[in-house]
Nanobody, 120 residues
Framework: QVQLVESGGGLVLPGGSLRLSCAAS????????MGWYRQAPGKQREWVAA???????NYADSVKGRFTISRDSAKNTVYLQMNSLKPEDTAVYSC??????????????WGQGTQVTVSS
């Protein structure tokens, strides 16, 4: 019922910037929160950032001060502005949404992920 599509990943030099986008579509009553996770090779999925419907944001310590999450509610799109990128930021970044549909109340939905590679 809810589809999430990420875009904006790619290869960037250390210290560079990327902006990820995640657009939600489908049949849903509301999206209560959206966020970003990442998974590096050989590591568990890690929470990165989240934003709620009232605009409140939270960040993992590893990205605080470098990443900024924002949301365009009219477009059902969440963004992740990533600055001062480090090689350890290399991962597949996935978008997550907590949404309510006609069948489920505040359930998690995931995008397919977009690859971010930070390398010199």
């Amino acid at each position: 019922q809810v589809q999430l599509v990420e875009s904006g990943g790619g290869l960037v030099l250390p210290g560079g910037s990327l902006r990820l986008s995640c657009a939600a579509s489908g049949r849903f009553f509301s999206i209560n929160a959206m966020g970003w996770y990442r998974q590096a090779p050989g590591k568990q999925r890690e929470w990165v950032a989240a934003i709620t419907s009232d605009g409140s944001t939270n960040y993992a310590d590893s990205v605080k001060g470098r990443f900024t999450i924002s949301r365009d509610s009219a477009k059902n799109t969440v963004y992740l502005q990533m600055n001062s990128l480090k090689p350890e930021d290399t991962a597949v970044y996935s978008c997550n949404a907590i949404a309510t549909t006609q069948y489920r109340f505040e359930s998690d939905y995931w995008g397919q992920g977009t690859q971010v590679t930070v390398s010199s």
